[in-house]
């Protein structure tokens, strides 16, 4: 099992996140590789969280590298710094894409503690 399925399992099996309590919202994340794209959709409902692997329209999409990915679901990569650096692309509400950054783990700071936020 990868991180990234690691990460969408620990959404699936927790259902809801107190973090949420205020968002509603689908996203569909597009995963790409060198085989192709992998599609996971979470919907959002006022904390309650969906999890589904398809393809299905979503309010927002967010595009990034399995590597990038990889990197987000472990804390190694900050989720704001690399849609700035274009590692992460959002189509539709980036307000909500930004929102999802509480439920990533917080990046190591250059000392090994980890730092605020993903993204």
Not at 39 to 67: C, F, K
Not at 72 to 100: P, Q
């Amino acid at each position: 099992m990868t991180s990234i399925d690691a990460f969408f399992d620990r959404l699936r099996r927790n259902g809801a996140d107190d973090r949420l309590v205020k968002v509603s919202g689908s996203v569909r994340f597009d995963i790409h590789d060198d085989r192709g794209v992998r599609h996971w959709r979470l919907d959002i409902d006022r904390g309650r969280l969906r999890v589904t692997e398809d393809d299905n329209p979503a309010s927002t999409v967010i595009r990034m590298s399995q590597q990038t990915a990889e990197a987000l679901a472990t804390g190694e990569m900050n989720g704001l710094a690399a849609i700035n650096r274009g590692e992460i692309m959002v189509d539709g509400d980036l307000a909500l894409a930004l929102r999802l950054g509480r439920l990533l783990p917080a990046p190591a700071t250059a000392n090994g503690r980890h730092g605020g936020g993903g993204a």
